[in-house]
């Protein structure tokens, strides 16, 4: 007998539920059944058989259940383990709707006590009147947004043996003001406090590797970071928007900034940068407007466009030996910007690099063969004096836009 199976998309009513064909499986909409389907060619009519029901998708996958009005999924019969798990469209019921919620070491289910080690993803998503949620010492994992959107949320315990903060975990928890890591995360995930609009302080230990993008995107309140020695990256707007920022410690295993990671801090006021620093991504301190002092290091090779743009309180930019790339728009804006440093080393100076910055009146340049440059590399030639190497003045007299200095020169330095 040969059996086809049916390539089509269709829903169809069986004993009162209403069913839904994809890729060759039904699955019941309501329930969460499975009934596998298959089609006798008779005739070159296709005949629907129902063959089977195979258990309830709980069942096969993970079997749900309710303990202390909290719901659960068991994720491991051998080790008798289960999790915390979204409580779906009764989330604002009880106890989800409470202002503290305290999930136990295990839950019981069939006179079983299972292990509670896990909070899953959107576990409690959205419990807005919640303040405080204490959790086990059992959990070692947390899901992505498990707790993204409660908005009342002030206090919270992170266990020991969780290594791992999911994406958004945290996101838009409004109020929650104060959290410390445990030693032995290695991991913020993906925005995972983004919008944490009143997070003051967080405990980083020393153990974190990894801090990927938005993790604290839009952290208002956020007053000062210490990175740990152990990481070597942070993600792009990692710190963006972090505007009450007034200090940010960085280890010196740091090799990359990522595009706006430090974007509109705008309560910095002196940076500096890692010995082992090389590249200053896209944007990465830009709209810092406070920001007076930039201390650059000499592993430095490239400074991204638009990386110190529009920090309008930035005096100097001394560039250190090494620097390969000054990007587009890279000190744009720079409206206190008065001398500006430029290595042997640069082999690209982006267009409109220094533009726009009015009180410009001294340029040191150490090539002996100018750059090529736009107009709008610097807006500021005829009030500015132009430093560059002994003997080097008619290289820059022969140089578009070069010679419009209102003074050169040959005493670089």
């Known amino acids: 007998?040969?059996?086809?199976?049916?390539?089509?998309?269709?829903?169809?009513?069986?004993?009162?539920?209403?069913?839904?064909?994809?890729?060759?499986?039904a699955y019941n909409i309501k329930n969460n059944y499975i009934i596998y389907m298959i089609v006798k060619d008779i005739r070159n009519k296709y005949i629907l058989c129902c063959c089977m029901l195979i258990f309830f998708c709980s069942t096969i996958c993970s079997k749900s259940f309710r303990y202390k009005g909290l719901k659960y999924n068991?994720?491991?019969?051998?080790?008798?383990?289960?999790?915390?798990t979204f409580n779906g469209k009764e989330y604002f019921e009880e106890p989800y709707a409470t202002d503290s919620v305290k999930v136990g070491e295990y839950a019981i289910c069939d006179s079983v006590n299972y292990k509670v080690t896990r909070i899953g993803e959107n576990a409690f998503y959205g419990c807005v009147n919640t303040t405080d949620i204490e959790l086990p010492i059992t959990i070692n994992s947390i899901g992505a947004s498990a707790f993204q959107g409660c908005v009342s949320l002030e206090t919270i315990n992170i266990p020991s043996g969780v290594k791992e903060l999911a994406d958004d975990v945290f996101g838009d928890c409004a109020s929650l003001t104060d959290v410390t890591l445990p030693r032995g995360m290695e991991i913020i995930g993906y925005g995972a406090f983004a919008g944490c609009l009143k997070l003051k302080r967080?405990?980083?230990?020393?153990?974190?590797?990894?801090?990927?993008?938005?993790?604290?995107?839009?952290?208002?309140?956020?007053?000062?970071?210490?990175?740990?020695?152990s990481i070597d990256s942070i993600g792009s707007e990692?710190?963006?928007g972090c505007k009450s920022l007034r200090s940010i410690?960085?280890?010196?295993?740091?090799?990359?900034?990522?595009?706006?990671?430090?974007?509109?801090?705008?309560?910095?006021?002196?940076?500096?940068?890692?010995?082992?620093l090389e590249s200053i991504g896209s944007y990465a301190f830009a709209y810092c407007d406070n920001l007076t002092t930039v201390e650059l290091p000499e592993g430095?090779?490239?400074?991204?466009?638009?990386?110190?743009?529009?920090?309008?309180?930035?005096?100097?930019?001394i560039l250190p030996d090494g620097v390969g790339e000054i990007g587009d728009l890279a000190y744009t804006g720079c409206t206190n910007l008065t001398k500006v440093r430029i290595p042997i080393s640069v082999e690209s100076i982006g267009t409109a690099a220094f533009d726009k910055c009015s009180k410009l009146t001294e340029v040191i340049c150490l090539i002996e063969k100018p750059k090529a440059i736009t107009r709008h590399t610097f807006s500021n030639y005829a009030k500015a004096h132009l430093h560059v190497p002994y003997n080097c003045k008619k290289n820059y007299l022969l140089g578009k836009y070069w010679k419009d200095f209102l003074k050169i020169t040959e005493d670089a330095k």
């Open 1 to 25: 007998m040969d059996y086809k199976a049916l390539s089509f998309n269709y829903s169809f009513i069986y004993a009162g539920e209403r069913y839904s064909q994809r890729e060759n499986i």
């Open 74 to 84: 068991i994720i491991s019969e051998d080790k008798l383990e289960c999790e915390v």
């Open 202 to 229: 967080i405990g980083l230990p020393g153990t974190i590797k990894n801090i990927k993008a938005d993790a604290f995107y839009h952290c208002e309140a956020l007053l000062d970071v210490v990175i740990p020695m």
């Open 238 to 240: 990692a710190f963006y």
């Open 249 to 276: 410690a960085l280890p010196n295993k740091l090799n990359t900034i990522s595009e706006k990671a430090f974007g509109y801090c705008s309560s910095l006021t002196k940076v500096r940068l890692p010995d082992n």
């Open 300 to 317: 430095l090779k490239v400074i991204g466009d638009a990386a110190f743009g529009n920090c309008t309180s930035l005096i100097n930019a």
